[in-house]
């Protein structure tokens, strides 16, 4: 087990540094930074002496390892927009972030496994029907969009909750809901096909044979191996709702990693944009990593190899 | 003393696309107590969905009724109570086909024996667990306190199939029912696992219905035998009687395909029974094995054949009488 989980982190971390590189070397390429900095009626003289300054007449790769090897440090820069630590930026709007994310997940998991497991119990009744038709609208619905119609209904015509900023609880329930809830129908759909299988299976056969209660049967024999699959998409996801909150991290302007991104973005603020982007590789690869621990000690076949 | 099981007119029928499949056709199932029942027959011909139904385990859509069903004095045929769920598991057990994939991947071998005593009885886990060590012990694996940390890959399929067996015995059930056994070992193994569920029904004194397709092992193992074709019993008898003097042209036709030893001749053809089994959707007018039949005659085509009762526990379902049935086993195949 020690030994599966080490492989594992090794594999993450090389993962992250091919990631982290590519995306340096795309952002390079996507426009000069020295432009950028010295703003777009620079005189040709004037970017040639910031583009020294910064030391980006260098080889890219120089610039990667040196970047890289001062992050590794903590120190990750300073943005030119806001004059400040690029980890300052980071350290005050990663906590709204992470709290969106967790409980987008965690709408998301809540909807999707119950109702998948109720689908899959009672296959093409209307219960599975009315689980399938929730499914085909969240992911009909583009997750801004189902935002918006949220923000219409509960926020301006009911007023139950406040439509912008992220200062109390009440704040993050609409996005939350809309994050999950875009989530939930692969989810759901993974659980149900994959309970359906399970509870054909011979082991359940077995399992049924002993007498078991259904509780039993469903939960602790059924669920736990059909949940598998469902683990290694849930986090991929939940990568995605921590670093992916972009359109609606804008939408209901949430202070958070992903509205820095968008204005960091619209403002060419290159240190900020970097560093998020190798935010979001260590995210999502760690997700992953999570995901195969989880399922590591759920299935010990996993383990084995 | 009543029959341990008594089944009577047991019907399943699976509703498909192409009409009703009537899968089971009033079959009778009678086991003694502490005695073997050999369900004989060709693949399709509804061993399986028979005692699955006995054990109310059938698939969804397939639906069993049956005239009478009594298992140890107590009449499981009331659907309102569903008595099933307490004698599943504590009073029958059942050992499938498949030990490779019977197991559940994701527990210990340890977790699931117990569960299978605990889910019935009053008993601490630390009972449970002797439980499975004895019976592991009992069922010829060694190490057996060591194993129960294992998990069902990392056994082969002889030892599963050891498991299930363990799993089977643990709340000491009177009637144990295996469903083929041993048909996805090798042979070997196989042996080993027959001589072992022989050795432990004597033992535990259960009933058993051993489902099978080789004549062989019913000849050493059981005591009673069903010969089962599209989803009827056509012959039944005790083992003895039944292997000397077969009455009914299919069972007749099946002894001709194995070879005795001291009586077949080495290099001798062996029968075969030409034909194939009609389908078993929708009804079917006449004997059921009219098709494949050397013997059949007019009536066999239009008649409803019933069983033909010669003594207690013998029947036959063929408008042949005994005499002409015998007469025509020792001429051999007419030409
Ligand atoms: N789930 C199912 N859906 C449709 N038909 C089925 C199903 N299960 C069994 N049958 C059909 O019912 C008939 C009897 O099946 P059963 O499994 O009882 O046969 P069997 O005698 O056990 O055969 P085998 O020796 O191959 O195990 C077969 O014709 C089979 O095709
Ligand atoms: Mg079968």
Redesign the interface.
Known sequence: MLIYIGKRIVMALMVSVVVSFISFMILNLSGDPAIALAGADASPEEIQVIRVQYGLDRPVIVQYIEWIGRALQGNLGVSPYFNMPVKDLIGARIGVTLILGTCAFAFAILLAIPLGVVAAIRPNTWIDRTALTISVFGQALPNFFFGLLMIIFFGVILQWLPISGDDTWKHFIMPAVALGYYASPSLMRLTRTGMLEVLGSDYIRTARAKGLKTFSILFKHALRNAIIPVVSLGFVQFGYMLGGAFIIEYVFAINGIGFLAVQSIQRADLPVVQVIVLLLSVIYVSMTLVADIINAFLDPRIRAN | MSALLEVKGLRVDIPLEAGILHAVRGVDIVVERGKTLALVGESGCGKSLSVLSV?D?LPQKAKWRADKIFFDGKNLNDADTSPM??????KI??I?Q?PM???????TIGNQLE??LL??KQVSRKDARDRAVFLLEKVGITAAASRLRQ?P??LSGGLRQRV?IA?GLMCGPPLLIADEPTTALDVTIQAQILALLAAIQKEFDMGMILITHDLGVVARIADHVNIMYCGQVVESGSAIDLFNNPLHPYTQGLLRCIPIPGKTAPGAHLGSIPGMVPTPIGQQVGCVFQNRCEYVHDPCRSSIVEATRISDGREYNCLLTPEVCRTNMSKGLPK
């Open positions: 054990m385990l769920a307490n004698i599943r598991g504590s057990a059942m499938f498949e994939t019977s197991l559940n991947p994701c527990y569960e299978a889910t019935h998990y890959h990392q299930m799993m």
